[in-house]
């Protein structure tokens, strides 16, 4: 897998905002999905966020409404900004990319599967304190 770079992940507190960055390979870019994980100690790697190449989104209940993914193709780079964040939303946080006809790419419910997701970054923490 070619490792995505995610960033600017850190430390707030309960209702506080960040906004997550991740440069994307442009030899890759256009021809995948992005989505954004997270993952927090002894639970199972989650999916928060999605985007198509034509700027659909798809978010879980969780945090619909809260965060918002979205992609500056000039830059190669997907964006997660994460609003009224409570300690519930600590966790390491992946950015992901799928193929562009996959089954990832194509939601009509929310059903992100990890496995459809071919390159991830090494991830940037997300603490939220109470």
């Known amino acids: 897998q070619v490792p995505l770079a995610e960033s600017r992940g850190g430390s707030v507190q309960t209702g506080g905002s960040l906004t997550l960055s991740c440069v994307v390979p442009s030899y890759i870019y256009g021809d995948y999905c992005m989505a954004w994980f997270r993952q927090s100690p002894g639970k199972e790697r989650e999916g928060v966020a999605t985007?198509?190449?034509?700027?659909?989104?798809h978010y879980p209940d969780s945090v619909k409404g809260r965060f918002t993914i979205s992609r500056d193709n000039a830059k190669n780079t997907l964006y997660l900004q994460m609003n009224s964040l409570v300690p519930e939303d600590s966790a390491m946080y992946y950015c992901a990319a799928a193929p562009r006809f996959g089954p990832a790419c194509s939601l009509s419910a929310w059903n992100l599967n990890r496995a459809d997701f071919q390159y991830w970054g090494q991830g940037t923490q997300v603490t939220v304190s109470s």
């Open positions: 985007i198509d190449n034509l700027g659909n989104t």
